[in-house]
């Protein structure tokens, strides 16, 4: 089975600095994707960003960009020009798709990100 | 084009009633999943179905069902409902298919129950 885990429970950051959010994983599988989800208080989740296991080539989405290490099983997310909008919980996740597996997402326990002005 | 909608927005029930939520997926999306997230924690995969088939199933009690109709629109039931069934539930569409294949899940707002 696999697992995600989320290390930082809480962080902070200043307006318009960059923060890094933290994830690992744990599969046997080599076909997957990983995904980041925001969910602000309005509980809607919200994708931020994907990476397909297989590019080598880390994702970026404007001021959302990772950095996915395969071997270490790492995929961080890094938030450039934090804006205040940017406050919500924010949520690893990782799919595997081998043949006839349902894309089920397996979510990490997620960090609550605070940017303050 | 509208989004993953799901009804009701909150609902309250008392123990041992059953419930059912309900999903409609974005217009062409024909996979849609359902999830629990309990308070505080990361969401829990219930059930996944696709062109109205079951494709997956988490660790969840027989108690949980669901379908998918013609329409791709989804029902989520609950019977029996106990305290530890108050949470947020999730419901996701995604498009399977496309060059390159592509297997984002877009999420309703959720429904939140609380089972007193």
């Known amino acids: 089975a696999q697992t995600v885990t989320q290390s930082q429970p809480e962080m902070s950051v200043q307006e318009a600095e960059t923060v890094t959010l933290s994830c690992t994983y744990d599969t046997s599988e080599s076909n997957y994707y990983l995904f980041w989800y925001k969910q602000p208080p309005s509980r809607q989740m919200i994708l931020v960003i994907r990476q397909e296991a297989y590019k080598q080539q880390n994702a970026t989405e404007n001021r959302f960009s990772v950095n996915f290490q395969k071997a270490a099983k790492s995929f961080s997310l890094k938030i450039s020009d934090s804006q205040l909008g940017d406050t919500a919980m924010y949520f690893c996740a990782f799919m595997e798709f081998s043949s006839g597996s349902a894309r089920q997402l397996t979510f990490g326990s997620g960090t609550q990100l605070t940017v303050l002005p | ?116």
């Open chain 2, 1 to 116: 084009d509208a989004g993953v909608t799901q009804s009701p927005t909150h609902l309250i029930k008392t123990r041992g009633q059953h419930v059912t939520l309900r999903c409609s997926p974005i217009s062409g999306h024909k996979s849609v999943s359902w999830y629990q997230q309990v308070l505080g924690q990361g969401p829990q995969f219930i059930f996944q179905y696709y062109e109205k088939e079951e494709r997956g199933r988490g660790n969840f009690p027989d108690r949980f069902s669901a379908r998918q109709f013609p329409n791709y629109s989804s029902e989520l039931n609950v019977n029996a409902l106990l305290l530890g069934d108050s949470a947020l539930y999730l419901c996701a569409s995604s498009f399977v298919g496309g060059r390159p294949r592509t297997y984002e899940q877009y999420f309703g707002p959720g429904t939140r129950l609380t089972v007193t």
